[in-house]
């Protein structure tokens, strides 16, 4: 038997707007929005998929709950975002800074390879360079 990895969940102080902000990055839909939760999957995920794919092997969605303190530490766990290779990594990398994220240093070594940014409130993610499989 086999556990699957369901959702990663984002602590935020606006649930709606980090919601709709990663929904773009990522080119997902959102399927449940109010003020204690929102909730996006990815674009391709339907009724068919969901019936036709093992339980197992569904990818996971993310789900953005309030809390009321911010943050104030770098993340112990981030995402790690990759453009395929048929993919302007830069552009990606414009892309995601003109919708809000924000370059950060988190002691990562020079020319490491990936982009360390954060969203619009500060959760860190990586870009990583462009990739096929």
Known sequence: ???????????????????????????????????????IIPSWVDETVMRETPWERIGPGMVFVPVPEGKTVKNRLHLDLAPHTSQDRDAEINRLLDLGAHRVDVGQPEG????????????????????DT
């Open 1 to 39: 038997m086999a556990l699957r990895w369901y959702s990663v969940v984002v602590d935020c102080a606006d649930v709606k707007a980090q919601a709709r902000w990663w929904a773009t990055a990522l080119d997902w839909r959102l399927i449940h929005e109010t003020d204690d939760e929102c909730i």
């Open 112 to 131: 490491p390879g990936w982009t360390v940014l954060a969203d619009p409130e500060g959760n860190e993610f990586c870009v990583l360079s462009s990739r």
